[in-house]
């Protein structure tokens, strides 16, 4: 989740109500720093201010739409039809009037992506745009970089993925990844796990994705991007 506004406070209070419901948010204070997060950390949606510094809000939008299919809600003092048809025209999913009700917004945000999730690609990003997956493509690159992954390894990461920061044991995992028997699952998901790690590069004493939790399995500990 991207929000953009000249406005820290405004920024901060929109901030806070969805980090209230799990979301990982960024902020950013001007149009051309929004583009740059939104080309790197690929949010899944933008609270877009109109009324920017350096560019307006309007461009923001169209390119936003041109770069990716990233849903916008433009939250704005602009209050007349004419900014209204222009926001929506621009490629805004919804329009939100200043002053505003952050539990409303919350709302709103919840139902464009209820709307927009069922278009856009089964492609996720995980701790900030530094772990990539495209469940329908079967890829996944770390910053950047393409990763080659089994398919068991693929599915492994892939139920990980599923519920992040979510503890996931060993049997659940070996059922998510199907094909085994129950004799011997424990050493088949650890053996897994360490060339799952190995290939996207985590140092096993302080793994950036893919966490043990003592006594139970494993949990992919970076938070979903958006």
């Known amino acids: 989740m991207l929000v953009v506004d000249d406005e820290p406070k405004l920024r901060q209070l929109v901030r806070d109500y969805l980090e209230r419901e799990g979301y990982v948010v960024l902020e950013a204070g001007t149009g051309q720093r929004a583009l740059e997060l939104a080309r790197t950390a690929h949010p899944a949606l933008v609270v877009l201010d ?59 945000i919840e139902a464009v992506l209820r709307r927009t999730r069922g278009e856009q690609t089964t492609r996720r990003c995980f701790g900030e745009g530094s772990l990539h997956l495209d469940a329908e493509a079967r890829e996944v690159s770390v910053d950047g970089e393409p990763i080659e992954l089994t398919r068991t390894e693929f599915d492994l990461l892939s139920a990980l993925a599923g519920r992040p920061g979510r503890a996931w044991s060993r049997l659940e995992l070996v059922t998510r990844m199907q094909g085994y028997d129950y004799e011997g699952y424990e050493r088949t998901v650890d053996a897994h796990v360490k060339n799952l790690r190995r290939k996207l590069g985590e140092d096993p004493r302080a793994p950036r994705f893919v966490a043990t939790v003592p006594g139970i399995g494993y949990k992919l500990s970076a938070r979903q991007d958006g």
Do not use: C, H
Request: proline share 7%; hydrophobic share 45%; no cysteine.
């Open 50 to 108: 109109l009324g920017l510094p350096d560019l307006p809000g309007e461009d923001v939008a169209r390119l936003l739409q041109d770069d990716s299919a990233i849903a916008v809600i433009v939250l704005t003092a602009k209050a007349d039809e004419g900014s209204r048809v222009a926001g929506l025209r621009a490629g805004a999913d919804d329009y939100v009037v200043k002053p505003f009700s952050p539990r409303e917004l919350v709302a709103r």
